[in-house]
């Protein structure tokens, strides 16, 4: 048995609307003993609209690794569950904390960035903020609650990076999928179909998605998006499971991680570019062309100097490409030969197609 196999879509309940925060004191009262797990600016966007919880707080470190969350859950043996309130990497440091425990975990993003609200799956890194591995938890949420009055205060760079992170769905297990079209099972032609709602969904509203996170209106097209972002995206590895994970996109994000200067760009924007690198492998350059001007209009980056990588680049590309082509990392899923070189080879690719 391994979690890595099953089918698992996402949080036992989702709630999405605004006042679902005013749902929380049905939804913990069969708790205790609950701990809240947050940062200091996601619990400041918790309580500027929703009343503040009388449990203990427990602040994560800002590194969603498996040490700060053995640190809280040592301090905390007795909770019952774990609250996680902000955003991805304060949401796996929750779960990892509540798997620790053995306890249930209530997800309540303060932003809409990823699907890590919403999927029992977490990306932990080390310490020092290099990537370590995805993790795989025994529980799913035991409830997501998206409150619209707190996400669309989202700010507007984890809003793009969220889009960025998104579109990925399709680009990833598109290139998992290719030439296995007419052989996928059930689930992955489901996630897949999902995939490509996705896809739709994110180029037809993204720009009025962010128009009305500017203006901080609450339309049809923010919650699209916002859904789409927290919820939908998660379904297509619970279903596809690992045809609906993890490719060439957030291999070239685990490389990108073992610079510093990248530290301060957001998960979503460097698995963004991370895309435009695994077409370049797969000799999708018309697809580039169709997609940077997407890129451009929302925000996302489309060449290394986006990321901070300005200064010894072709030495700061074999860093990441070491990473990203080896057997441990996900590009090997779609390239079971891909080489440092040709990874290499792709980022230079991109760097010419984005002047």
Not at 49 to 55: K, R, S
Not at 207 to 217: R, S
Request: with cysteine; proline share 6%; net charge negative.
């Amino acid at each position: 048995m391994s979690l890595t196999t099953e089918i698992r879509p996402g949080a036992n309940r989702y709630l999405n609307y605004a006042g679902a925060l005013n749902e929380l004191p049905t939804l913990l009262a069969p708790f205790t003993q609950p701990i809240i797990v947050t940062g200091t600016k996601s619990y400041a966007a918790f309580t500027a609209v929703a009343p503040e919880l009388a449990y203990p707080v427990f602040r994560y470190d800002g590194t969603a690794s498996d040490e700060d969350a053995a640190r809280i859950a040592q301090a905390a043996p007795a909770a019952d569950s774990v609250i996680g309130i902000g955003g991805g990497r304060v949401l796996d440091t929750a779960k990892d904390t509540a798997e620790l425990l053995g306890r249930p975990f209530v997800s309540i993003p303060t932003l809409a960035s990823n699907c890590a609200p919403y999927t029992p799956i977490a990306a932990i890194y080390h310490p020092d903020h290099s990537f370590k591995h995805v993790a795989y938890f025994t529980q799913a949420a035991y409830a997501t609650v998206v409150d619209w009055a707190l996400i669309v205060t989202t700010p507007r760079d984890y809003f793009i990076a969220g889009i960025g992170d998104t579109l990925a769905k399709w680009y990833e297990l598109e290139g998992l999928t290719r030439g296995r079209e007419a052989k996928l099972p059930a689930f992955s032609r489901v996630a897949k179909a999902i995939a490509g709602e996705i896809f739709t969904t994110l180029k037809t509203q993204a720009k009025d998605a962010l128009a009305a996170l500017d203006a901080g209106e609450v339309t049809p097209a923010f919650t699209d998006v916002a859904d789409t972002i927290i919820g939908v995206a998660g379904t297509t590895g619970g279903f596809g499971v690992a045809d609906g994970r993890q490719a060439g996109a957030h291999a070239v994000h685990n490389g990108l991680t073992h610079l510093p200067e990248t530290h301060a760009v957001l998960h979503g924007s460097k698995v963004a570019y991370g895309i435009l690198v695994q077409l370049a492998h797969t000799g999708d350059m018309a697809e580039i062309q169709t997609i940077l001007p997407f890129y451009r209009a929302i925000g996302l980056p489309t060449k290394l100097a986006d990321l901070n990588i300005t200064t010894d680049v072709d030495a700061k590309m074999a860093t990441v490409a070491a990473t990203a082509a080896s057997d441990a990392e996900s590009f090997k899923l779609v390239d079971p030969a891909i080489t440092p070189a040709q990874v290499v080879a792709a980022m230079q690719l991109v760097e010419a197609q984005s002047v």
